[in-house]
């Protein structure tokens, strides 16, 4: 109760007007320079936070957590399967093979990576099959040379469901008539839609097919999906002495995600790190126009002070107002801020899509995702909000001393 009347005046000078319009028109710049810097660094984040979860629940949901290699090949991949699926950290095990080289059709060459799978145990790695746009994945069956192709490469190339195109490896056989790259005629059968690299540059086909076009340059492994992905690179280990005590093997090698593609993961945190340290300063150069507003407002009350002075409120009092008054000044925009940050958020990603169809800048083409993701937590909401109410509170201490120190009877003089 005794602290009420503090917060009455505090109210009052937040909603009231004041006669100088230059200290009207500084309290708006402040609160829209706070609006504007919180809203921006809400968005950033959370664009952020989109790429980061696109990456882990898209990208990672279609490329394997873990591989075992066997330069022998897996005669009996089923047995090992087993064997790897008895860890507690494993979901599934499937096969694959996977190469590289050239897809020609239509007169156009394109550089690409091609992955041998086993279509009826693929989804227990993957989720590439929820991906297809046309045609289905079981179509690839074995010698039946058919290939599954991303839209991307497809548009480039000009193929369709049904079109041959010719893949070319970068190696060549030996001939009566010399050196001839290796290549083989497929049956383009399915188009799918990631939304990332794999569309532009991934090929599938039956690992048999893989096999035998790749022959002795075959690079068989087994494609592992484990429970938490970011623990891939301590389960591997466990993994490879299971399966080497288990069939006496010593031609097995292991890579994880984070090795594979873990530096796009390391470079989204830590970019992610950056922009919220970068665009914190700019809160905070927009939370310390609080304090010329507030010095303003200070001069433009001196009056007010003074009579509170002689009514008997004590410098302590007086400075809690003006503390209480920057405070709520800087929770307004950072409501509002935190409101249109929010909104910008869960708009941001159809506002990309429809100006990069209108105006086809293809700004995200070469990202590993194709599109401009966000997602809003609530975690980094909190964090904004605390933070930058802290440096509104940090801002208003030197204003709010001077309004404690001013003396009522020189104040007075002028009135």
């Not at 009052?12 to 319009?21: G, L, N």
């Not at 010329?292 to 009514?311: E, F, H, P, Y």
Request: glycine share 8%; hydrophobic share 50%; net charge negative.
């Amino acid at each position: 109760m005794r602290s009420s009347w503090r917060l009455a005046i505090a109210l009052r000078y937040t909603r009231s007007s004041t006669s100088d319009k230059l200290v009207s028109f500084m309290s708006f710049v402040s609160v829209i320079g706070l609006v504007l810097g919180v809203a921006v660094l809400v968005l950033v984040l959370s664009v952020m936070n989109g790429f980061e979860e696109e990456l882990r629940l898209r990208v990672l949901a279609v490329l394997p957590h873990g591989v075992i290699y066997a330069s022998e090949g897996f005669d009996d991949w089923e047995t090992s399967a087993k064997v790897l699926e008895e860890d507690e950290d494993v979901v599934g095990v499937a096969p694959y093979i996977e190469g590289s080289g050239l897809v020609v059709a239509a007169g156009l060459v394109q550089g690409v990576s091609f992955t041998g799978i086993e279509p009826a145990v693929e989804h227990r790695v993957s989720i590439i099959d929820d991906f297809m746009l046309e045609g289905r994945l079981d179509s690839l069956q074995s010698r039946s040379f058919n290939v599954a192709i991303g839209r991307t490469l497809a548009d480039r190339l000009g193929t369709q469901v049904g079109d041959r195109l010719t893949l070319v490896l970068p190696s060549a056989q030996l001939t009566l008539a010399g050196p001839v790259p290796r290549s083989k005629r497929f049956l383009v059968s399915a188009i799918f839609a990631v939304g990332t690299d794999a569309d532009k540059s991934q090929i599938l086909m039956h690992r048999r097919d893989a096999e035998k076009f790749l022959g002795s340059q075959a690079d068989v492994g087994l494609r592992i999906k484990m429970k938490d992905l970011f623990n891939a690179a301590a389960v591997l280990p466990r993994l490879m002495s299971r399966l080497t005590s288990r069939s006496d093997r010593d031609d097995l090698y292991a890579a994880s995600w984070m090795r594979r593609y873990g530096n796009l993961y390391e470079a989204i945190l830590v970019q992610k790190t950056t922009m919220f340290l970068l665009l914190l300063l700019l809160v905070a150069v927009a939370a310390f126009n609080v304090v010329s507003n507030l010095v303003m407002t200070v001069n433009d009350k001196q009056g007010d002070i003074a009579v509170l002075r002689t009514l008997g409120a004590s410098p302590g009092a007086l400075m809690q107002i003006f503390v209480i008054h920057g405070a709520l000044v800087g929770a307004m925009g950072i409501a509002i801020g935190l409101l249109l940050g929010i909104t910008s958020s869960l708009l941001i990603s159809d506002i990309y899509q429809s100006v990069d169809q209108i105006w086809g800048l293809g700004v995200m083409d070469e990202y590993f995702v194709h599109y401009l993701p966000a997602a809003v937590q609530v975690g980094d909401v909190l964090l904004v909000a605390g933070v930058s109410l802290l440096i509104c509170l940090v801002a208003t201490i030197y204003p709010a001393r001077k309004a404690a120190s001013a003396h009522p009877v020189e104040a007075l003089q002028y009135e």
